[in-house]
Nanobody, 120 residues
Framework: QVQLVESGGGLVQPGGSLRLGCAAS????????MGWYRQAPGKERELVTVITSGGNTNYADSVKGRFTLSRENAKNTVYLQMSSLKSEDTAVYCCYALLRSSSGRLYDYWGQGTQVTVSS
């Protein structure tokens, strides 16, 4: 069984920083992609950032220059460093992983979500 465990959400003032973590555990042969989505009330779910197995990262335009996604391969963990946070960054952030099993199959997994609130 695969589990995604998120950490680091909370309340932060505008202009502040938070670091989210997502650790994938279980029967994982390899990671295809890992990243983060977010969804605010009344808005569509947005892909924030992903990192591929080759280490390439992609960011939503709304977070480019402010968010940085990194990976610690040995722990099957990704980190999202969020800086210069704005009120519009307030959302539930969900970790996403596309993982490959030992048989070569790809499976999607989602974390339960962690709340990020940017407010003074």
């Amino acid at each position: 069984q695969v589990q995604l465990v998120e950490s680091g959400g909370g309340l932060v003032q505008p202009g502040g920083s938070l670091r989210l973590g997502c650790a994938a555990s279980g029967s994982i042969f390899s990671i295809n992609t890992m990243g983060w989505y977010r969804q605010a009330p009344g808005k569509e779910r947005e892909l924030v950032t992903v990192i591929t197995s080759g280490g390439n990262t992609n960011y939503a335009d709304s977070v480019k220059g402010r968010f940085t996604l990194s990976r610690e391969n040995a722990k099957n963990t990704v980190y999202l460093q969020m800086s210069s946070l704005k009120s519009e960054d307030t959302a539930v952030y969900c970790c996403y992983a596309l993982l490959r099993s030992s048989s070569g199959r790809l499976y999607d997994y989602w974390g339960q979500g962690t709340q990020v609130t940017v407010s003074s």
